[in-house]
């Protein structure tokens, strides 16, 4: 929990995205932890209890306003800012009426047409509430990421080591397979699963979800995992995709997250390999375009790295099987609450911005046969560079047996 001088801070530097998004108030709503936005933002004592509805409007100046309910009058104490109190649904209206006094239009966790839905939290009624006073709702989806997916200097020194141990973690798995299909040992794919997971424990690392193998036809569900009762075999002459992602076990720490694919042989096959390549060329054109706006002061969106990458896959003629987003926000979740690379499943409109990090994994999916996927994780420092953790990145499908 913050202290009250603390919370004055980030009062502060809230007003100072207000200004620079060129908008006039934030107006934080939760109920019950309905926003958890508002939630990790506010970062209230966690020993209150949280029963009622209250608002919360941070002006881009001037002194914050609260209108908390008459039975938990006390729960906003640690904010600074004016105290308005309802008890009924009609002195709820009319305080939020109050506190919205010289206000046109205010940023809610809300998204028009619900076009970035992990950003929609404020349900339609509180927002017919809150216009129903002549205010305009517009997205916070810009603010929401400058305070959710910015990194810490410490949290960015913690994953690019992270980075480097998922990197060797990678050789270290096809030196597993390669071993044991030379030595004429079994291996299987919930194997190669435990082998990570075991790498992870060594170097002090933790995840969301295990870790994932996929074999042949496997690897064209971008979304499978093995379990100990489900997997398939490795054999030579077998197609494989690994995917893993890790954080290191402390507070705050922030995910890494790679794919990579190899060929149980000495010589990939041109079927995998000139698709990699297509896969590749998609992975570059976005990172290129998102150095080279960067490096000319040009603002970026997410949606248009995800064009970037798209297009080359479309352009080569397997733009359907193409079936996700190019990329996702990296943060203490292995999917994070700053910009994503899409315009597809949703049109991401928010900016890319320094001290986050997202992945750029654009894939091709041949239902039955394989899957090709090249993850590799972008940071984007203060300074505008854009850096590529756990290098080197995959040039080619790696034939595991050379």
């Excluded at 729960?75 to 800012?81: A, H, R, T, W």
């Excluded at 969106?301 to 990329?327: C, M, N, P, W």
């Excluded at 993850?375 to 953790?389: C, F, L, M």
Aim: with cysteine; proline share 4%.
């Amino acid at each position: 929990m913050a202290t009250l001088e603390e919370n004055r801070q980030k009062i502060t530097r809230i007003q100072d995205a207000l200004r620079a998004e060129g908008i006039e108030g934030w107006l934080l709503y939760n109920f019950r932890g309905s926003n958890v936005f508002a939630t990790r933002i506010l970062d209230l004592p966690s020993h209150i209890h949280q029963t009622r509805r209250y608002f919360y409007l941070i002006p881009a100046k001037g002194e914050p306003r609260k209108l908390v309910h008459a039975i938990e009058t006390k729960n906003l104490d640690s904010l600074p800012g004016d105290k308005t109190v309802y008890l009924s649904w009609q002195s709820l209206e009319e305080g939020l009426e109050k506190i919205l006094t010289g206000m046109t239009h205010v940023a809610m966790e809300y998204s028009p047409r619900n076009a970035i839905p992990y950003v929609s939290n404020v349900d339609a009624g509180t927002l017919e509430v809150v216009k129903a006073t002549g205010v305009e709702v517009v997205s916070s989806a810009n603010l929401v990421q400058r305070f959710e997916a910015r990194w810490t200097e410490e949290q960015r020194k913690d994953n690019f080591e992270t980075a480097k141990h998922l990197r060797e973690i990678v050789d270290l798995t096809f030196g597993l397979i390669k071993t044991n299909i030379n030595g004429g040992k079994p291996i299987n794919e919930f194997d190669v699963q435990q082998f990570m997971l075991a790498e992870f424990a060594k170097r002090d690392l933790i995840t969301e979800t295990h870790p994932n193998c996929s074999v042949n036809a496997n690897s064209a569900n971008p979304h499978y995992e093995p379990t100990e009762e489900i997997h398939a075999p490795l054999h030579k002459g077998d197609f494989v995709l690994i995917d893993l992602w890790a954080k290191k076990n402390k507070p705050d720490s922030v995910y890494a997250d790679i794919t990579w694919t190899g060929y149980v042989g000495d010589n990939v096959p041109d079927e995998y390999e000139k698709v990699f390549q297509i896969v590749r060329e998609a992975r570059d054109a976005a990172l290129k375009l998102a150095r080279d706006s960067f490096a000319a002061g040009k603002e970026i969106l997410g949606a248009d790295l995800d064009d970037a990458a798209r297009s080359v896959i479309t352009k080569r003629g397997y733009g359907e099987y193409f079936i996700h987003r190019t990329g996702h926000s990296i943060g203490q979740s292995i999917h994070g609450n700053g910009a994503n690379l899409d315009n597809l499943e949703t049109r991401d409109e928010r900016k890319i911005i320094p001290e986050t990090s997202f992945s750029i994994e654009p894939g091709i999916y041949l239902t039955g046969n394989f899957g090709i996927r090249s993850e590799i994780d972008v940071y984007v420092s203060s300074a505008g560079e854009v850096i590529v953790t756990g290098e080197p990145s995959q040039e080619h499908v790696v034939p595991i047996l050379k």
